[in-house]
């Protein structure tokens, strides 16, 4: 009798792990993991490549900045908001499944176009 209730028991231990196991694997599935976002970050009068943009998401401290070619890549979720700043344009906030080409507008269109003439001169 003492056998089987102790067989009894054991198996009780054993499905009632299954099922928690099994709800805690729905929860994670749940879960949306991190991908790699990428794209590039031009300027909206002239699609300039933008170097040097630093790029976060939402709430946190900037984790990419973008190359000389304007390229970026950043570890986020696709549900999660991407913030791209730059000294000399707009901050803009995307979300990270539209980020692909951002387009960024100069904080002051008298200085894009002295910017854009001295960079002209220099070639």
Known sequence: MKSK???VLVLLCVVSFYIYDQKDIK????LEKET???????????????QGASIAIQG?????????????????RKDQEL????????SITID???AKTIKMEATNPEDA?????????AE
Do not use: C, W
Not at 62 to 76: D, F, H, K, R, T
Not at 83 to 90: G, T
């Open 83 to 90: 913030v791209f700043r730059h000294a000399q344009y707009k």
């Open 5 to 7: 209730l102790g067989i």
């Open 27 to 30: 929860k994670t599935k749940n």
């Open 113 to 121: 176009k002295r910017i854009q003439d001295n960079f002209e001169k």
């Open 60 to 76: 946190t401290n900037p984790q990419s900045l973008s190359n000389v070619n304007g390229e970026y890549a950043i570890m986020a």
């Open 36 to 50: 790699l976002i990428s794209g590039k970050i031009v300027d909206a009068a002239n699609d300039q490549p933008i």
């Open 96 to 98: 990270a499944k539209d």
